[in-house]
């Protein structure tokens, strides 16, 4: 009998212990909380990734989903598919929000990209762009007649224009807007014709033009090289003179933007050991 009642003993405090261990587990769950957060490129997963360990302490899961594109990441944040976005930058998501009728938010700068003017390549120049022949040597050798290629939308169109005016090629209005447009060009200090043409396609005409302003994504991809590299002008090496709209971001829904957690994640983002990750992609800090 007493061999019994304590095997029975036994038991119930196994049971006991094994309910106690799922309730634990159970515990634990409920108290993570999971956030979807989207991106468009490995670099910026790998980023996210940190972050995402840096903030297991506090109870939160960060998952990342990469796009491939720059269209899907704002209705998907918009419609709740995400709960925050890490792609663009301020003038970008003001566009969205203005042709979409939609309020998603900035709630933290994350790094700004080199934006820069690259000259024009000889025709029949071969190899690739580093070892080409060069039309001009320094962005002060433009002048009357040359051609310089800019990007045909608003955002980056709006950027180059501005690093001209930096570089003392044109001069802006006054009152032009954030995103300028040629429209807002009140003198041509040196009398270029400005050709606007996509961003994608502009690495292309390089032997048309002058002189072109790239976006970096396409200078690494279809150049080849880097800003560093192959730049004759980097808007980001005089960053007092770069409009804080192209700034990249971490986007959210309006009513989340004062969300307890996203402040713990926009902490462990903005951290020395990110900015070192960061400036790995040729891209700089923006906080």
Known sequence: MKKKLFSFIVLAAAAVFVLAGCGGSKSSDSKERK?????????????????????????????????????????????????????????????????????????????????????????????????????????????????????????????????LDAIGVITLKKDAPESPTVKDIEKYNTKIEIKEIQADQIASVLPDVTAATINTNFVNDQLNTTPREAALYIDTDHLEKVNDIYKNVIAARKEDENKKDFKTIVKAYQTPEVAKLIEKTNDMPAW
């Open 35 to 163: 956030y979807v957060v989207g991106v468009t490129t490995e670099q910026q997963k790998e980023i996210w990734k940190y972050v995402g360990k840096q903030v297991a302490k506090d109870g939160i899961k960060i998952d990342v989903k990469i796009f491939s594109g720059y269209t899907e990441e704002n209705p998907a944040l918009a419609d709740g598919s995400l709960d925050l976005n890490s792609f663009q930058h301020v003038a970008f998501l003001n566009n969205f929000n203005k042709e979409n009728g939609e309020d998603l938010v900035p709630i933290a700068f994350t790094l700004i990209s080199p934006f820069g003017l690259y000259s024009g390549i000889e025709k029949g120049s071969t190899g690739d762009y580093k070892n080409a022949e060069k039309k001009i040597k320094s962005y002060k050798d433009l002048k009357d007649g040359d051609t310089v290629a800019i990007q045909n939308d608003v955002t980056n169109g709006g950027r180059a224009l501005q690093l």
